[in-house]
């Protein structure tokens, strides 16, 4: 984890879509807890509460390294695919264990405001994410204009791509 004592994870990839999340931030809060549930993985993470920015950067990192370990794990698969909508958003992620981290988007958020923040904390969230995991990251909204619907489409596609990159190969799903 970035700072020991600042915050605490577990993730689980044999659970049911359980969540437990507490950022200080509730709109990251649910963006994970459906990131989770698309994952199918159980997850508990809780930031120790300061500014909205660093909970955000200590959020993406905590669940980063905490999956860094089963996305290399003996046989995962290491990389993941999905499309995901919300209402009328369509977003795609797709993901690579990769030595060079790396987001690469076409989303642009940091105009846009959901729960009083600037929603280009989700970028932040997905690059530090990106960073503690060690991957390549590739978002692209293909529809939508609700910046809640847009958040939510690409968390719970990258939920289901983290799921099939950290599936073991050979028809074992390691659930």
């Known amino acids: 984890m970035a700072a020991p004592g600042r915050s605490g994870i577990r993730v689980d990839l044999r659970g049911s879509g359980a969540a437990s999340v507490e950022t200080g931030l509730p709109v990251i809060d649910r963006l994970l807890e459906r ?18 920015e660093a909970e955000v950067a200590e959020a993406g990192t905590a669940l980063g390294r905490a999956l860094a370990e089963l996305l290399r794990a003996d046989g995962a698969r290491g990389y993941g695919f999905a499309s995901m909508t919300s209402a009328e958003a369509l977003a795609s992620v797709v993901l690579e264990v990769s030595e ?4 690469v988007s076409n989303v642009d958020l940091t105009q846009a405001r959901i729960g009083g923040l600037g929603t280009d ?5 997905l690059e530090r994410f990106a960073e503690g995991a060690g991957v390549t990251l590739h978002v692209r909204l293909l529809n939508g204009t609700d ?3 847009v958040l939510e489409a690409i968390f719970k596609a990258l939920g289901v791509a983290l799921a099939q990159a ?4 050979g028809g074992e799903s390691g659930r």
């Open 35 to 52: 990131l989770a549930e698309y994952a199918r993985f159980d997850l508990a993470l809780e930031v120790e509460p300061g500014a909205a």
């Open 100 to 103: 060079d981290s790396l987001v």
């Open 147 to 149: 910046t809640q619907h």
């Open 121 to 125: 904390v989700a970028r932040r969230f």
């Open 166 to 169: 950290c599936e073991i190969e």
